[in-house]
């Protein structure tokens, strides 16, 4: 088979998405597919006639995730043509050679259904869910809205606008970007003195934030796979909260699969995934992730529509545990995507 693994983009969870792309296409390959891995902004300038027989290592200097955000605007001034146009040079015409694109975007212009809607306009096969299903998912706020409809517990909490007023004293409360991912400008705020920097460092990643309540407990998530939830994972970070850092870093948390939670509430947060599942529409996979508190109280926090798949991962652990090995994985999730268009 054909496939492009399309990765990179231009939101702080590049770095991300490079790595997720990497895996991905090696695992491709390793079982014997005709593979090409694109930097979805930065395209490829060379020949395109008989592009996937190319004796290349595409994967050749992508690099790893470094602790801190990559500098976009570097990435921008890499871009030999209009650094505006969001597909770098190439890209489109490769995508359509090729018989399934498997999208390893995370963020804002990736996983938020717009790289999505411009595939289907091109009439080229993608991976994973669909563009709506992708921008429902995306903006928490709207996540919050159906969550409360279907009566999906997850933390109280407000929709701010860049330069909105608002009314908020429940500390301490966590601050993040309404569009964002990867715990990319997420603040916990313990007192009001702290809010201002904590909205002006989440508005620094998009026009819109979301405020709400402070969960303290442990942390977990859970992988959908055509609907079915896989075993329940547990993540622990050795210090603070799950952020980008913890995420990333590998040796930064502890993460146990199958969790060690009883039968009952793991049976219960596998429902509630699935109910998350067909509550944002959500076509092929998904994870969702949840915090649960002192008291056994659940709250599910938010769907990602194309979860991470590099070494420290968490869908690929998941599956693991029911005998799905990473490349199997890849295979499996390309196998149930093209079902979108028979």
């Known amino acids: 088979m054909k496939i492009v693994v399309l990765a990179g983009g231009t939101s702080p969870e590049r770095d991300v998405s490079l790595s997720t792309g990497t895996m991905i296409y090696k695992a491709l390959k390793s079982k014997g597919h005709q593979v090409l891995l694109l930097d979805v902004y930065l395209g490829y300038e060379g020949d395109i006639i008989d592009i996937f027989n190319k004796e290349k290592d595409w994967a050749q200097g992508i690099g790893t995730i470094r602790e801190d955000n990559p ?10 043509d209009n650094p505006n146009h969001f597909f770098g040079p190439g890209v489109i015409d490769i995508c359509d050679k090729a018989d399934i694109v498997f999208l390893a975007l995370h963020g804002t212009n990736g996983e938020d259904g717009k790289v999505q809607a411009a595939l289907d306009l091109m009439g080229i096969k993608y991976t994973g869910t669909d563009y709506a299903s992708s921008s429902l998912a995306m903006d928490k706020s709207v996540t919050k809205e159906l969550f409360a ?14 330069g909105e007023t608002y009314s908020w004293d429940r500390y301490p409360c966590v601050v993040k970007v309404n569009n964002g991912g990867s715990s990319v400008g997420v603040s916990v705020v313990n007192t009001p003195n702290e809010m201002d920097a904590a909205i002006k460092n989440a508005l620094s990643y998009g026009d819109e934030v979301i405020i709400e309540q402070y969960i303290k407990g442990r942390e977990f998530a859970v992988g959908v796979i055509s609907g079915k939830a896989l075993p329940v994972i547990e993540i622990a970070p050795l210090t603070g909260f799950y952020d980008y850092k913890n995420k990333y870093q590998a040796g930064n948390a502890i993460e146990t699969c199958p969790a060690d939670l009883s039968p009952t509430l793991t049976a219960k947060m596998q429902e509630i995934a699935e109910k998350v599942f067909h509550a944002l529409r959500l076509k092929t996979y998904a994870r969702m992730d949840f915090l649960l508190n002192d008291k056994n109280e659940l709250y599910c926090l938010e769907a990602n529509t194309l979860p991470g798949m590099t070494p420290t991962s968490l869908l690929p652990q998941e599956a693991k545990a029911v005998g799905i090995d990473f490349t199997d994985l890849c295979e499996l999730i390309i196998e149930i995507s093209l079902e979108k268009y028979k």
Request: aromatic share 8%.
């Open 71 to 80: 500098d976009i605007e570097h990435i921008r001034a890499l871009r030999k």
């Open 149 to 162: 409809y279907y009566n999906i517990p997850t933390p109280e909490g407000i929709h701010v606008r860049k």
